[in-house]
Nanobody, 123 residues
């Protein structure tokens, strides 16, 4: 069982920044590709960003590219999402997820999910 716990959500004005963190309980964190997803009220879950096991490869959704940056610290079993230039449409519950597989499929199936953290961006 892999447990994922998100933190860092909150309320911020448009144009501001937040940094989300996800702490993983995995014995071998480097076995997992990691991702961030979000879901706004009335909308489908949306891919935000992903990072491969070593941290050498990243992928970001077009809607956040240039504003959000995913990173990981394998020594600390954490993954982060730095969010800059936030917009009201970024308002959502953000979920951390882990993918265990050979290779890396950023938008593929993820095996473990956190409980989510609320991000609210006011205009």
């Amino acid at each position: 069982q892999v447990q994922l716990v998100e933190s860092g959500g909150g309320l911020v004005q448009a144009g501001g920044s937040l940094r989300l963190s996800c702490a993983a309980s995995a014995r071998t964190f480097t076995n997992y590709n990691m991702g961030w997803f979000r879901q706004a009220p009335g909308k489908e879950r949306e891919f935000v960003a992903s990072i491969n096991k070593s941290g050498g490869g990243t992928a970001h959704a077009d809607s956040v590219k240039g504003r959000f940056t995913i990173s990981r610290d394998n020594a600390k079993n954490t993954v982060a999402l730095q969010m800059n230039s936030l917009k009201p449409e970024d308002t959502a519950v953000y979920y951390c997820a882990a993918q265990i597989r050979s290779g890396w499929v950023p938008k593929g199936t993820y095996d473990y999910w956190g409980q989510g953290t609320q991000v609210t961006v006011s205009s």
